[in-house]
């Protein structure tokens, strides 16, 4: 359940960034700009985004409607890049394998989820 996104990647201004353009978007008409994973609170989309996308390596996140702009050290975008494709197609997956929600798929893309809490009696 939930639509994968098509990403399309291309490289940035710099050696550093790369920018990934969406078949959807992921925000209204606001610029979400994120310098640090701390900054990345909350649940909407960008926000989970910008966590996943700085758990994996990167150092500032932009999102504004269907583009993602990463940046992170330029040797290291041939592991990146393909992990997060994977994690902007699967930011909306909700059930299944392949779920970007499941723990077996944030694992997959280098993240560790953390515990869930135990559910009230």
């Not at 994968?4 to 078949?23: K, Y």
């Not at 999102?63 to 997060?84: C, F, G, N, Q």
């Not at 893309?109 to 135990?118: N, Q």
Request: net charge negative; aromatic share 8%.
């Amino acid at each position: 359940m939930g639509q994968e996104i098509t990403v399309n990647a291309r490289p940035g201004s710099s050696p550093n960034v790369r920018i990934f353009d969406c078949n959807r978007s992921l925000t209204g008409m606001a610029i979400e700009r994120y310098t640090s994973s701390e900054e990345a609170k909350g649940g909407r989309p960008p926000d989970v985004l910008a966590k996943r996308l700085f758990d994996l390596g990167a150092t500032r996140v932009t999102i504004y409607s269907s583009d993602v702009t990463v940046e992170a050290p330029s040797e290291r975008w041939d592991y990146l890049e393909p992990k997060i494709i994977e994690t902007i197609q699967h930011l909306f997956g909700f059930y299944g394998d392949d779920a970007g929600w499941s723990d077996e798929s944030l694992r997959a893309m280098g993240v560790e989820p953390l515990p869930r809490p135990e559910p009230a009696a």
